[in-house]
């Protein structure tokens, strides 16, 4: 009965997405389209429990498909909760005019000729939500005309401002432009965001050949593919932040068995969206191991080899036995670094080649505008460092010094203790750490951590894009709703610590793993070949006659 379970929770999932996204409930009634959300999130949750019950196979079809399927949901309408859609739609246009996107903010007269209606309105469709006022194009007055001309507005967020987002996402706002049809609008970005959610459930489905438990890690990958985050950030509001995933995800399965072209995949990925810099440090996993572990999928089995005499060569001293974890970390570190490090700058260099303005745009204001800047009154507005507010109110002026020592713990145990043969596992935990501690107000943001989980299993950290949309949709339903964001990551915050509780627990309890037969140093055991064996029985000499 499992599969017709599952295909009926999926019809569910999905036919609870198709009304979602057919309604525009977001500015009208915030408090049902939590509802709705919540109703998606549960069938969601009972899709991902049913689906372990299914083999490797049968499971990967399941995810595969309903992965399409609920990513084509977020093509029904257009985008409900965000307008950034209509700022990468901007800066295609912009730049298949010649024009460097870094260098014009939207509303600078210079760039009027490449107005149009659907992103600049006029008149009466100002009165909508999501506008904008814009200064006018200049035009010349027409013969015969009185009085004042039609007010005129963009969709565009924050017009007065030069863009923010990095050379790969500009190189993919300029490829959806010129593959669009003419006259089209933003459907060709909703899809992309639909081929790229797929395409990061493919990747997770590949890299599950390689895993210990195929079947388990198959189960995993729907942890990404259903998920309502996905069509609702990555399809339907169509964020960049979908090909910032799919780059991450593939170079951090990469990493174990190809350092530089994980290093490449990752630096594409921060210069598609800078966030995924935080998953660099899981990608070093126990690079400063003293006694580093061989990753599971590289290890292969070996013959004993007799151990040398205790007395050969002299001792070496603690010194040098703490400095040779560092030692030999410089050569896979910088495997790892230096091409993601040369893929940013390469991206970033046409740019500035042909800009007049900096490339970095409106980043250092989006900063201060998003409360992170020390001493900066939005982080009060926004609920910035929420958890952190519960323990000392005003954090804004000692915030950022306490993030960054909490995080360069987590790194350095990430470097010391964490699992080579799973980058994802130390990316986790530092990216949902940065989460917990800076609480960002928006959803999208959390798909890589939605990402991770599918590849690690920890499913305790899907709290945390749930505290964002509490954040960003529900708290507009009440009154002074700073307190639901908090609430939201202080029940996210309670999950992690209760699964990593659960965890430690049982790894307590499990029993300890057998000790392998003891040979002699002569013997020369067949691998797998249980004690006392022909295998394991030391062979006699032929003497010749």
């Not at 009060?380 to 323990?391: G, I, P, T």
């Not at 307190?483 to 992690?496: E, R």
């Not at 790894?507 to 300890?512: C, G, L």
Request: charged residues 15%.
């Amino acid at each position: 009965m499992s599969p017709l379970a599952l295909a009926a929770l999926l019809g569910s999932l999905v036919a609870v997405l198709a009304l979602t996204f057919r309604r525009d409930d977001f500015h009208t009634a915030p408090g049902t389209l939590s509802r709705w959300y919540a109703l998606a999130w549960v069938l969601f949750a009972a899709a991902a429990w049913t689906v372990r019950r299914l083999g490797a196979r049968q499971a990967a079809v399941f995810v595969l498909v309903g992965s399409a399927a609920v990513a084509a949901t977020g093509l029904l309408g257009p985008p409900r909760t965000s307008t950034d859609a209509y700022r990468y739609a901007w800066d295609g246009r912009v730049q298949a005019a010649g024009i460097s996107p870094y260098d014009h903010a939207p509303e600078d007269p210079a760039l009027a000729p490449l107005r149009d209606r659907w992103l600049f309105p006029t008149g009466s469709a100002c009165r909508g939500p999501d506008r904008a006022p814009v200064r006018p194009a200049p035009e010349p007055p027409a013969p015969g005309a009185s009085g004042p001309a039609d007010s005129q507005c963009t969709r565009l967020n924050r017009p007065a401002v030069h863009t923010i987002y990095p050379p790969v996402a500009e190189g993919y706002f300029l490829l959806v432009h010129r593959s669009a049809p003419s006259g089209s609008t933003l459907l060709p970005l909703q899809t992309g965001g639909a081929l790229l959610s797929v395409a990061t459930t493919a990747v997770l489905l590949a890299a599950t050949r390689r895993r210990p438990d195929p079947r388990l890690a198959t189960a995993r990958a729907a942890l990404w593919a259903w998920c309502p985050a996905v069509p609702v950030e990555a399809v339907n509001n169509a964020h960049v932040d979908a090909l910032g995933v799919l780059l991450t995800v593939a170079g951090l399965v990469a990493v174990p068995r190809r350092r530089a072209l994980g290093g490449v995949l990752l630096g594409a990925a921060i210069a598609a969206k800078l966030l995924p810099a935080v998953t660099l440090p899981g990608a070093l996993s126990g690079l400063l191991a003293t006694n580093p572990k061989t990753p599971k999928a590289l290890k292969t089995p070996t013959l004993k080899t007799p151990k040398a005499p205790e007395n050969a060569g002299s001792p070496a001293s603690p010194t040098a036995r703490l400095r040779r974890p560092a030692a030999a970390a410089v050569r896979p570190a910088a495997a790892v670094v230096l091409p993601a490090a040369a893929v940013v700058a390469l991206g970033y260099l046409p740019y500035i080649l042909l800009s007049r303005s900096s490339v970095l745009g409106y980043l250092t204001g989006y900063v201060a505008e998003e409360g992170y800047e020390t001493g900066s009154t939005a982080a009060d507005d926004k609920n910035r460092y929420a958890l952190l507010r519960l323990l000392h109110p005003d954090p804004e002026s000692w915030a950022l010094p306490v993030v960054a020592a909490v995080l360069l713990v987590v790194v350095a145990w990430v470097l010391l203790r964490g699992d080579p043969g799973r980058p994802w596992r130390g990316a986790l935990v530092v990216t949902g750490t940065a989460f917990l501690l800076m609480t960002p107000g928006y959803p999208w943001y959390a798909l890589l951590v939605v990402a991770l989980v599918a590849l690690d299993g920890r499913w305790e950290w899907l709290g945390l894009p749930l505290a964002g949309v509490a954040q960003y949709v529900t708290a507009r339903a009440v009154d002074d709703g700073a307190w639901v964001g908090t609430l939201g990551y202080a029940v996210a915050g309670a999950a992690v610590m209760a699964g990593w509780a659960v965890r430690a627990r049982r790894a307590a309890s499990a029993p300890p793993p057998p000790e392998p037969h003891a040979e002699a140093p002569g013997d020369a055991a067949t691998p797998g070949s249980p004690p006392g064996s022909p295998a394991t029985r030391p062979r006699r000499r032929r003497v010749p006659r």
